[in-house]
């Protein structure tokens, strides 16, 4: 699986973006797809996630209610909507896809080169 992610970009704080991230392969539909981001100097954590049929989603409590993860499965993308943006989301944001349900980095076997989003106060 090959990923692609785009739509990062610079924006004002309370504004919104979307991501998306498109994958290629025949088997998009199963696997989960997960959203991470890496702010400089810090490790990279973990965003949003969906399941391979996108009945279940999972938000780290610092995007919930801001934040929504969805994926098309005809299109092989996944989208995460960010609204009311805020300066400490600041960071570069990465795709990646796995067969497993999981929201922890290391078991992620496929990622995405990142994009990059600043928000600016």
């Known amino acids: 699986v090959q990923l692609q992610a785009s739509g990062g970009g610079l924006v004002q704080a309370g504004g919104s973006l979307r991501l998306s991230c498109a994958a290629s392969?025949?088997?998009?539909?199963?696997?989960?797809m997960g959203w991470f981001r890496q702010a400089p100097g810090k490790e990279r954590e973990f965003v949003a996630a969906?399941?391979?049929?996108?009945?279940?989603?999972y938000y780290a409590d610092s995007v919930k209610g801001r934040f929504t993860i969805s994926r098309d499965n005809t299109k092989n993308t996944v989208y995460l909507q960010m609204n009311s943006l805020k300066p400490e989301d600041t960071a570069v944001y990465y795709c990646?896809?796995?067969?497993?349900?999981?929201?922890?980095?290391?078991?992620?076997?496929?990622w995405g080169q990142g994009t990059q989003v600043t928000v600016s106060s």
């Open positions: 990646a896809a796995d067969r497993q349900w999981t929201i922890l980095s290391y078991e992620y076997d496929y």
């Open positions: 392969g025949r088997t998009f539909s199963s696997y989960t």
């Open positions: 969906i399941k391979w049929g996108g009945s279940s989603t």
